[in-house]
């Protein structure tokens, strides 16, 4: 890898365009600056999974290849979908948070 190409794990999120291939499957995403990018996926699984949204704007963690000259993303390989809002119960959610900040609020006078 040359010297002004970064691979690092991240997340992104991006508008699933299409999906598909049988033995190495693939993802075409818009993401939220615009680019497109077709994307390789880890396995069947994902992808079936990523099926289910397509259309839909949807978060996805995995490598990703930036060009650090231009900042641009060059590559990225998907090795799960992340929880949409529909399958993230609200209540446990929320319940996590104040778990998170209780403490500083405990620490202020009334």
């Not at 993401?31 to 996926?41: E, V």
């Not at 809002?85 to 609020?105: I, T």
Request: hydrophobic share 40%.
């Amino acid at each position: 890898m040359s010297d002004h190409v970064v691979k690092e794990t991240t997340i992104l999120y991006g508008v699933l365009i299409r999906i598909g291939g049988y033995a190495r499957p693939r993802a075409y995403m818009q993401f939220l600056d615009g680019q497109k990018l077709s994307c390789s996926i880890s396995n069947r699984s994902v992808a079936i999974a990523m099926a289910a949204h397509l259309y839909q704007s949807i978060g996805v963690r995995g490598v990703a290849i930036w060009d650090k000259r231009d900042k641009c993303l060059r590559g990225f390989h998907i090795q799960e979908m992340m929880p949409t809002s529909r399958e993230v119960n609200s209540p446990d959610a929320f319940k996590g948070l104040v778990d998170m900040v209780e403490k500083y609020y405990d620490q202020v006078e009334d």
